[in-house]
């Protein structure tokens, strides 16, 4: 991960972890940027977002395909590509990441920090057995030996709920299901038990019924290890279900972040509220015409001067295609919307007081 001028921080709790959990955030960003440079361009992949995570808290990250969620997610992981350029801070418990060298940053991944992607194929080498895969952070990064790591492997693939694991250790992936496979990854990711877990996706290429399986552990896994878990995905309901907080992306930026019930009920940025407008809800009267977004996303080599969302809301005037919105916080929410949409119990323009929507 190149940056320029940050320096990495070192500062870790006696047993090496890092951060003392109940006590400060598992993870602090703080006006994060990403630029991809390409042959003629630069994308602005992320473009200023912050946000806290505690321990033991499950964050959603939604928006648009294209919107900078993987790369969000990437830079967590210090797993962006060598012509990805970042500023502002990722303090990972102790440790600054921006900056940090490749030595460095793959101390941490594993460590510190686990990753599922949607594929699990992509995720594990074909290769190798299982129980060699899952128990390989641990030799790493703990000096386990080739049995100790065998016997957390098997543990780990327990905890993950797969069918016998003593039998899963000397099986190849391609010997697996998909669903099988995936807590596999999820085992590789989290045998280190780490203070926080990045799924970008994870559950996208599985049927339903595995699908809400493999949600249900995260939750398990979330109460029994105390990880913060950061998940990225495009579907609501999976938001509604497994999330805390909600962080709303739009165009690299932050458009909205707030916990998940709030978000639903009285989403404040126009962009959230069109979002959620466009699929179905719990709670939501009978008869609720869905309505798709038109237009499309912004092109993030070409940022606009005002609000990313301008082209395609239907509330925005000469403000909004001038000036990005600068933020507005109440309790714990924070959105940038010039016209946001009422919160719970203001009147909107139209006269009518907004009323809770159970998500
Ligand atoms: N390695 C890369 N090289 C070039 N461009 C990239 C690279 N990674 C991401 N981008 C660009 O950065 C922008 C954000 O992409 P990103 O994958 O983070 O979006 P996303 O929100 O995860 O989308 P999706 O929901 O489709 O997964 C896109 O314009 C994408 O084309
Ligand atoms: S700032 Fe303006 S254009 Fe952007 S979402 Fe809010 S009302 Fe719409
Ligand atoms: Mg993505």
């Not at 900078?68 to 418990?93: M, N």
């Not at 490749?102 to 594990?124: H, K, Y």
């Not at 807590?183 to 970008?200: K, N, Q």
């Not at 998940?231 to 165009?251: E, P, Q």
Request: with cysteine; hydrophobic share 40%; glycine share 12%.
């Amino acid at each position: 991960m190149s940056a320029p001028g940050t320096a990495a921080g070192a500062a870790r709790t006696a047993d090496g972890s890092p951060g003392a959990p109940g006590t400060a955030p598992v993870l602090a960003v703080t006006d994060l940027r990403v630029d991809i440079a390409l042959r003629h361009s630069t994308i602005h992949a992320v473009d200023g977002i912050s946000f806290d995570l505690a321990p033991g808290e499950r964050l959603g990250l939604v928006g648009e395909s294209g919107c900078g969620k993987s790369t969000l997610g990437l830079a967590l992981a210090g797993l962006l590509p060598a012509r990805a350029t970042v500023s502002g801070s990722i303090r990972l418990g102790g440790l600054e990441l921006v900056g940090a060298g490749e030595r460095a940053l793959r101390r941490i991944r594993g460590r510190d920090v686990g990753v599922v992607f949607q594929d699990p194929m992509t995720s594990l080498n074909p290769t190798r057995r299982i129980g060699v895969q899952v128990g390989e952070a641990l030799r790493l990064h703990d000096g386990a030996s080739a049995s100790e790591a065998r016997a957390r492997a098997r543990e780990m693939l327990e905890l993950v709920g797969l069918p016998r694991p003593g039998e899963q250790l000397d099986r190849y992936p391609h010997e697996l299901s998909g669903g099988m496979r995936q807590r596999v990854v999820i085992a590789c990711a989290l045998i280190c038990r780490p203070a926080l877990l990045v799924a970008d996706e994870p559950t996208t290429a599985l049927d339903v019924t595995i699908q809400s399986q493999i949600l249900e552990l995260f939750d398990r896994l979330r109460d029994e290890l105390g990880m913060a878990i950061l998940l990225v995905t495009h579907d609501m309901g999976v938001v509604a279900g497994h999330t805390d907080r909600i962080l709303v992306m739009y165009g690299g930026r932050e458009a909205e972040i707030g916990p998940t019930r709030e978000v639903f009920a009285h989403p404040r940025h126009r962009y959230s509220e069109a979002l959620l407008a466009s699929v179905i809800r719990v709670g939501v009267p009978r008869g609720t015409v869905l309505t798709a977004i038109g237009g499309r996303p912004p092109d993030l080599a070409a940022p606009q001067p005002g609000c990313g969302f301008a082209a395609r809301c239907a509330h925005a005037d000469a403000v909004c295609r001038d000036a990005v919105p600068p933020e507005r916080a109440a309790g714990e929410r924070r959105w940038r919307c010039h016209h946001p949409a009422p919160g719970a119990g203001e009147v909107a323009e139209s006269g009518t007081v907004s009323t809770e929507v159970v998500p």
